[in-house]
């Protein structure tokens, strides 16, 4: 298991940008494939960016295609989300996970992430 704590979250308005954190300790964060999944309210959990072990494979949502980027940093154990043009239906809860060990594949699936952080809400004003 890996801890996972997010940061960086907000109120920012439509059209501008943020960057999300997520700090790993615990177990070898370089070891696990990532992803970035977000709640809105009444809305179920939804894949919105993922990366494989090596970091070389990424993925992301339809709906953020473009404007999100996810990123790692394994010399400081930090997984990161940058979020350009961001719209009020980005509005959600943010959460980081660690998922398998894979390499050139990205799991889009909540349920085979193994470890979550608490979550950091994101909230866009239009």
């Known amino acids: 298991q890996v801890q996972l704590v997010e940061s960086g979250g907000g109120l920012v308005q439509a059209g501008g940008s943020l960057r999300l954190s997520c700090a790993a300790s615990g177990r070898i964060f370089s070891m696990y494939a990532m992803g970035w999944f977000r709640q809105a309210p009444g809305k179920e959990r939804e894949f919105v960016a993922g990366m494989d072990t090596s970091g070389g494979v990424t993925e992301y949502a339809d709906s953020v295609q473009g404007r999100f980027t996810i990123s790692r940093d394994n010399a400081k154990n930090t997984l990161y989300l940058q979020i350009d043009s961001l719209k009020p239906e980005d509005t959600a809860v943010y959460y980081c996970?660690?998922?398998?060990?894979?390499?050139?594949?990205?799991?889009?699936?909540?349920?085979?992430?193994?470890?979550w952080g608490q979550g950091t809400q994101v909230t866009v004003s239009s």
């Open positions: 996970a660690a998922g398998p060990i894979l390499d050139g594949i990205v799991v889009k699936i909540s349920s085979l992430y193994h470890s």
